[in-house]
């Protein structure tokens, strides 16, 4: 089949690149002249585990190419996929649709014969129906159809996701277009991974719901960490015998400093604005954003409290500063919030990224940046593990005592055992477990 991607950004060169694998004809499109020539010669423009093989095999293959020229690029194609960004407006938080219904403007003057025209972008419910009535306004003559095909893909997990899903969720209204899409996903469908056919609006609640769902998640079992504080449980045995209830699931149950990310805080905020905008207000969604966003900035307390009360005059090392490991995104860090509270009150942060340092650097200032775990954490008065790189796993705690200034370790993913730390000699806090 021959697929046209528009937007070269993350969901679009990945999903991409993935379709191009599957032995799909597939182009890239977009209007940043700079990119597009960079990816002609492999140069990836994202930090995503084995993409970059991906898209150099692919494209050396013929089956994956890029241009600027979206006419060219989608006149006789199967399929267009609508992947540009849906940022949020600073004005009042709703998703920002206006890269969407330019695309849909584009797509529908250049659209060569029936085509279905996929909304893979995360965009609110009613935008499939929307994009439907800008292709028929610019070209009412044309055979189309528009498909609500949302995206699961996990930073740093993205081509697994994509090549091995739970479920492909295809919100359609015509068969037409179903058939279609079951080609698309054939290569998947084949390999026994279900694929969902709904109507569009449901489709388009579906991926909301899943990541307000899996937000929920996350802020429910660190609450229940908070409460283990309280009463000396240990949240990791908590969520072990939660997520052996079948019915609950093991998955998504790591308490820690609170989500973040370009897709939970986006996509539970523009859910909530929906829902309030319909008449339906998601009472459950607003309480975890709520509880979400205080959660990071409390998260540097725990340091002052390790430092005996302040972290005035003190040196902080943080350790990891990206959303989540194996990723440079720094998109809603819990980081940049703990960061910013330590140095409101009065600490010197040494800041260290295995892969985000030069994004860090420009949401994170007054830090001082580092290159090594070590470099950050020499004549620190205390550290802060704040995103579970592995390589932190592997610090030998002898040498890093003699390198700090004091031995307090606070550990916001649970990395390591308390006994051991303890048994190393440090003062040691962590998540929702016993000291
Ligand atoms: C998320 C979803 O997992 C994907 O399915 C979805 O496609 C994507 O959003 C999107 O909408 O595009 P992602 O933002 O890459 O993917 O990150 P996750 O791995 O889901 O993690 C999100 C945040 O939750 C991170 O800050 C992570 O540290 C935190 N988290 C996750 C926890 O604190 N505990 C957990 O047990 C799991």
């Given at each position: ?5 528009i937007g ?5 060169l990945?999903?991409?690149a993935?379709f191009?694998e ?9 209007i ?10 492999g140069?990836i423009p ?10 150099t095999?692919n494209?050396?293959a013929g089956r994956l ?17 609508i992947?540009?960004g ?13 890269y969407v219904y330019q695309?849909?403007?584009?797509i529908?003057?250049a659209?060569?014969?029936?085509t279905v025209?996929?909304d893979?972008?995360t965009?609110?419910?009613?935008t ?9 306004a ?10 609500s095909?949302p995206e699961?893909?996990?930073e740093g997990a993205a081509?697994?996701?994509f090549m ?6 295809i919100g ?5 277009a179903?058939?279609?899409m ?9 390999k026994?991974v279900p694929?969902?056919?709904t109507?569009?609006?449901?489709a ?10 899996l ?8 609450e ?11 949240v ?5 015998g939660l997520?052996?209830?079948d ?5 998504f149950l790591?308490?820690g ?5 370009s897709?939970?805080?986006?996509d539970t905020?523009a859910?909530?604005?929906t829902?309030?905008?319909v008449g339906?207000p ?5 309480a975890?954003?709520k509880?979400n966003d ?7 307390h725990?340091?002052?409290e390790?430092c ?8 902080i090392?943080?350790?990891g500063l ?7 995104d ?7 919030d703990i960061?910013d ?9 040494r800041?260290?990224d295995?892969?985000g340092t030069d994004q860090?650097k420009?949401v ?7 290159s090594?775990?070590?470099?950050a ?5 205390a550290?802060v ?6 390589e932190f796993?592997d ?8 390198v700090m200034?004091a031995?307090n370790?606070?550990?916001l ?6 006994a051991?730390?303890q ?6 806090l ?5 000291a």
């Open positions: 089949m021959r697929l046209a991607m070269t950004g993350y969901v679009g990945v999903s991409g993935c191009a599957f032995g799909h004809d597939v182009v890239c499109v977009d940043d002249p700079g990119k597009i020539e960079k990816l002609k010669k140069v994202i930090y995503e585990p084995d993409l970059d093989d991906l898209v095999r494209h050396a190419n890029f241009t600027q020229d979206l006419k060219a690029g989608i006149a006789d194609c199967d399929c267009v996929f992947c540009v849906t940022p949020p407006r600073p004005e009042d938080g709703h998703a920002d649709l206006k695309a849909a403007k584009d529908a003057g659209m060569g014969r029936y025209i996929v893979k972008s965009v609110p419910v009613g499939a129906r929307e994009v439907d009535a800008i292709v028929k610019e070209n009412p003559a044309a055979e189309w159809d528009v498909v095909n699961f893909l996990r081509i697994e996701d091995e899903p739970d479920r492909v969720v359609a209204d015509s068969e037409r179903r058939s279609v079951r080609q698309l996903y054939a290569p998947l469908s084949d026994g694929i969902l056919m109507g569009r609006e449901s388009e609640v579906i991926k909301y719901a899943t990541n307000a769902f937000a929920t998640k996350v802020t429910f079992i660190n229940m960490a908070d409460l283990c504080e309280k009463v000396g449980g240990n990791e045995d908590v969520a072990r997520g052996l209830d019915r609950i699931g093991p998955r790591r308490a400093p609170g989500y973040g990310g897709c939970f805080p986006k905020m859910l909530v604005k829902a309030e905008m339906s998601t009472w459950i969604v607003d975890v954003v509880k205080a959660r990071k900035r409390q998260m540097a725990r340091v002052g390790i005996g009360g302040s972290v005035k005059g003190k040196t090392a943080v350790l990206t959303f989540k490991p194996d990723t440079d720094m998109r809603e860090s819990p980081s940049i960061v509270e330590l140095q409101s009150n009065g600490a010197t942060v800041a260290y295995p892969e860090a420009a994170i200032k007054g830090a001082e940046f580092c090594s775990a070590m470099d954490l020499t004549g620190a008065d550290a593990l704040v995103t579970e790189w592995a796993e610090l030998d705690f002898d040498v890093v005592k003699s200034k031995a370790f606070v550990d993913r649970n990395v390591f055992s308390p051991n730390m048994a190393a000699g440090f003062n040691y962590s998540i929702g477990r016993p």
